[in-house]
């Protein structure tokens, strides 16, 4: 467990060292632009919306954090953009253009996701867009060996290379993660959790992707390893430069990880932020709650409290708020109609709580009216005083 006010000061040096070390492209600002989207389990009458509307741009070279209990959609979302969820997920609207460049940073065609056809998303796959998924012991082949993995991978991908240069890159891509190079003639179950983990990670850096998909990465790992990983990625992420999308239930870790943090609940977005921001001033109650569900390592004590009650069933969604029997701040209207995300007036977050809507039956709770105490990257001459 980490506390990500300790860790502020570390974050942002290295993000600022990111910035200035790596060449960002010519092409368009976002490497993701996900518009409308929407899954759907199952057809007709036994229809569940898992993922309802989302849209969300992802800057190249920065990392998007996606929170939100079991449940929410998080890695639906993830798997249906990549084209990896599997039947009887569906697709049911909305598009994804993956903005894509060539090795010199020169701007391809964009790639639209939801409507590629297989030899399309075959050519993005691990080249431009990689993930690492929630198990490594689940997502390595146990009969095979770590080094005929990465062999693999590579033949497949970049057939010029021959047998000695892609057991070269191999142990490259092992040194890049702390590894030694040994480790390829072990099996799986010859390696700690963490060691294939790493493994996961160089695995997905193996062709220098411009995004890549982290599914709770660190979920199974004690926190020492946690935070091994962590910096880790921090580290490569500073050389190569590559976008992240990070999926995680734990809010603490993606306030020291994420640029930006989108909360899902219930399929949808309900609050989307940059991440100081949302720890230091979060906006919706489900956010507050998942932050009051870890402890601080720094400060008073004080009584950790859950949010009660369970998500609501997605094949029987109420009415109005579907986080409404659950808030402590319901009011009247959240039963009766349903909140949009919309844009606040705090530069660039946005909100979906009828208690954030000017005209509110209900005032501000002090706990979400919060002003964010957010360093600015060129303080003025009166904070550089104080």
Not at 35 to 61: E, I, K, T
Not at 148 to 166: A, C, G, I, S, Y
Not at 252 to 269: N, P, T
Request: net charge negative; glycine share 6%; hydrophobic share 40%.
């Amino acid at each position: 467990m980490t506390d990500p006010l300790h860790v502020r000061d570390e974050r942002e040096a290295r993000d600022s060292a990111a910035t200035n070390t790596v060449d960002r492209p010519t092409s368009s600002e976002f490497v993701l632009e996900v518009r409308d989207f929407s899954v759907d389990y199952g057809v007709g009458s036994s229809m569940v919306r898992a993922v309802s509307d989302v849209s969300l741009n992802l800057r190249r070279s920065s990392v998007l954090g996606v929170a939100g209990e079991s449940g929410s959609g998080k890695s639906t979302l993830v798997y249906a953009m990549t084209r990896l969820l599997r039947a009887p997920g569906v697709i049911s609207a909305g598009n994804v253009m993956l903005n894509v460049t060539d090795d010199h940073g020169n701007a391809l065609a964009p790639v639209d996701l939801v409507r590629a056809n297989e030899k399309e998303l075959r050519a993005v796959r691990w080249s431009h867009v990689s993930i690492v998924l929630q198990s490594a012991l689940s997502a390595l082949n146990p009969v095979l060996r770590i080094g005929k993995e990465f062999d693999e991978v590579l033949k497949t991908h970049r057939p010029e290379m021959n047998k000695t240069q892609r057991r070269e890159r191999a142990e490259t891509l092992l040194t890049m993660v702390g590894l030694d190079a040994t480790r390829l003639d072990r099996y799986p179950h010859e390696l700690s959790g963490g060691q294939r983990q790493r493994i996961m990670i160089a695995l997905a850096l193996a062709l220098d992707p411009e995004l890549v998909i982290m599914d709770e990465p660190t979920t199974a790992l004690d926190v020492v390893t946690q935070r091994e990983i962590i910096n880790q990625l921090y580290e490569l992420r500073t050389r190569f430069g590559f976008a992240m999308i990070f999926i995680t239930h734990d809010l603490s870790l993606l306030v020291e990880l994420a640029d930006e943090i989108v909360v899902m609940y219930a399929g949808q977005i309900v609050e989307r932020a940059s991440a100081l921001e949302l720890y230091e001033a979060p906006r919706h109650p489900y956010t507050l709650g998942l932050l009051n569900s870890f402890p601080p390592l720094h400060g008073a004590r004080r009584e950790l409290t859950g949010i009660p009650g369970s998500p609501p069933d997605l094949a029987d969604l109420p009415a109005g708020c579907n986080f409404a029997s659950r808030c402590p701040y319901v009011m009247e209207r959240c039963h009766q109609e349903e909140p949009r995300l919309t844009a606040l007036e705090e530069g660039g977050r946005s909100v979906s709580c009828w208690l954030q809507v000017s005209g509110a039956s209900a005032s501000v709770p002090v706990e979400l009216a919060r002003t964010p105490r957010v360093k600015r990257a060129h303080p003025t001459s009166e904070e550089a005083v104080s």
